[in-house]
């Protein structure tokens, strides 16, 4: 995947040689001519980095990139202000409002990629280390509120054996893998006094449930190299029907991902002991799984897909016990 940068820049000879160049570096380049523009496209597309040129009164730099790092998913987006001839005020105030740094116009072009290339392979160094932290917390988050740090792992080789079934390739099995991982995370911020509890749910408790998707969301966003398990996040607990959360998507809407992730989670969560009854057998876990298929719940088609795997043997051994509080939640 190519590299993407975002040049804010009223039209100029100088932003068009800048694209032009850039491109021929193996860069994509995103064009921006006004501060709406600039953020719209920024928060969308996420951009490796931003150049945002200064050149007041239609772009003002510094105030421009505040607003962009007031959205979360842009923490981690370094953001450079150009500007000629800027005063030792003017860098303070761009370094107070998050840039990453200031240089100066005319800046050759040579020089200019010399510190593009730094400064994304900074930003990459960064994003591995933050994904990092991010896997570790979802398996604490695992291992308090699991009894064991064993589920997500499970359930990701279930997920990959139907993913495998259906011909996916390795990159899209590995980012199914990931999004099993990390598809949890956002159960960080549910209290154990409601994720625990062995009683129903009140309606205020149960919304409380349901925000985990878009928390999961929100805390995995800000990475590139998790971009592409989100809707894995946000949608694992939508329905076919369109009963689901957060999103009410229906049907096909449901990224396949996010539908093989569903089937593995309830499989495996079924064929676990629970804190208020025993681990059902194979047989009867894919008796429920069709059942909430005929619902409307789960997709059918992949549903009989995967018991067919299982029917034939084809399936990886449990390795564990889990005890989360329901596969509902």
């Not at 084809?314 to 564990?320: H, K, L, Q």
Request: negative net charge; proline residues 5%; charged residues 30%.
């Amino acid at each position: 995947m190519k590299p993407t940068i975002l040049l804010v820049d009223v039209a100029s000879d100088d932003r068009e040689t800048q694209r032009v160049f850039l491109e021929s570096q193996g860069y994509e380049v995103l064009i921006a001519e006004s501060e709406e523009t600039a953020e719209q496209l920024c928060g969308q597309l996420r951009p490796d980095l931003v150049l945002l040129h200064d050149r007041r009164p239609r772009l003002a730099g510094a105030d421009l990139c505040r607003r962009m790092k007031q959205d979360p998913v842009n923490k981690l987006t370094p953001i450079v202000l150009i500007s000629s001839s800027p005063t030792p005020a003017e860098v303070l105030r761009a370094r107070e409002a998050g840039a990453a740094d200031y240089w100066e116009t005319p800046c050759s072009l040579r020089d200019a990629l010399g510190r593009i290339e730094a400064f994304l392979r900074l930003k990459n160094y960064i994003d591995e280390q933050a994904k990092a932290v991010v896997l570790a917390l979802a398996r604490s988050v695992e291992a308090r509120h699991c009894g064991t740090g064993d589920h997500t792992g499970q359930l990701a080789d279930y997920a990959a054996k139907l993913g495998e079934n259906l011909g996916m390739t390795e990159e899209e099995l590995g980012e199914l893998r990931l999004g099993c991982l990390l598809h949890d995370i956002g159960k960080v911020a549910i209290p154990d006094s409601i994720l625990l509890k062995p009683d129903r749910l009140s309606a205020e408790e149960t919304e409380i449930v349901r925000q985990h998707p878009v928390t999961g969301e929100k805390i995995c966003a800000p990475l590139k190299s998790l971009r592409r398990i989100l809707p894995m996040i946000r949608h694992h607990h939508e329905r076919m029907d369109g009963s689901g959360y957060p999103d009410g998507l229906s049907g096909e809407e449901i990224p396949l991902q996010a539908r093989i992730l569903q089937i593995a989670d309830v499989y495996d969560a079924l064929i676990k002991d629970r804190p208020y009854r025993a681990a059902l057998s194979a047989e009867d876990a894919m008796e429920i799984l069709r059942r909430e298929a005929e619902c409307g719940w789960l997709d059918a088609a992949l549903v009989w897909k995967f018991g067919q795997f299982c029917q034939s043997g084809d399936w990886v051994p449990v390795r564990g016990r889990s005890m989360l509080a329901s596969y509902y939640t």
